[in-house]
């Protein structure tokens, strides 16, 4: 079986990946010690076993505790960089990193520390293993419209160094319309949109992502196979579902990964991809959540082919290196 061979080797963008989720649990004790913060955990193995999630929200509260442990510009270089050598090892030749700048702001790290030490990552990804690195920030939509505007003011100085705009964090009861008004300014200013909806929430959270804030992807959108008429839309429109098996899968969205929609999706036309979202948490990188999918499912090399030419036709690279990849 030359399948999972082809899924390893063959080049692939991911569009969806937040650069904090990609914290494995050794760094985060070496930076603890580095930074002399305390950790609630004993050990390395203490806490990937708290890893054990049942929803979003389990997730999101050990995602965010991981988080405190990064200080320094030099902290979020290396945590950049690390990630950046796994995408390298996966056949990514280019990514597109989500960054969650309020986690550090709120504990008094300064938006240039994350933004400085992110961006030095990403020029030396490109110079050194040859993969191509662009960061988007998002808004976390637990925190209120005016907060975000408060951040995308502190971010705007260093605006050449992100080309996009996103927003996560806990989905139901924060639809995408809280976040209108300052997703129209951004859209002024020129950014690339996107933003997490249908993940655990419903397919009108799709919608409104889609007519109120206009975003160009769809981050995850699993829950978009409920609703019909969604369904042609996405397909009509070539809106991309940036779609994370491994997540779903360990946060519960799907009982396994045979019972995932992927191919559901795809055959019904939509310009699906696969990606990480927060591999340190959720068992694997790019090339692992090929595997487990397409071990788990009717899938052939026809399929391979069409998610890794989604992944870049949904990229925001130029259109001609778009078209060299396509
Ligand atoms: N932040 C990090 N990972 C996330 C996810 N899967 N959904 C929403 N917010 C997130
Ligand atoms: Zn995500």
Redesign the pocket.
Known sequence: DRLPALLRLMPKAELHI?IE?SLEPELIFALARRNGVALPYASVDALRSAYAFTN?QSF?DI?YAGASVLLTEQDFYDMARAYLLKAAQDNVIHTELFF?PQTHTARGVPMETVINGLHRACVDAQAEMGVSASLILCFLRHLSEEDAFETLEQALPFQDKFIGIGL??G?VGNPPEKFARVFARCRELGFHLVA?AG?EGPPAYVWTALDVLKVERID?GVQSSRDALLMQRLAQDRIALTV?PL?NLK?CVFPDLASHNLRQLLDAGLAATVNS??PAYFGGYMNENFTQTFAAGPFNAEHAYRLARNSFEASFIDEAAKARHI
């Open positions: 937040h989720g979003l999101l995602y969650d996560d964090s989905e997490h993940e995850h994370c997540s946060l979202d927060d």
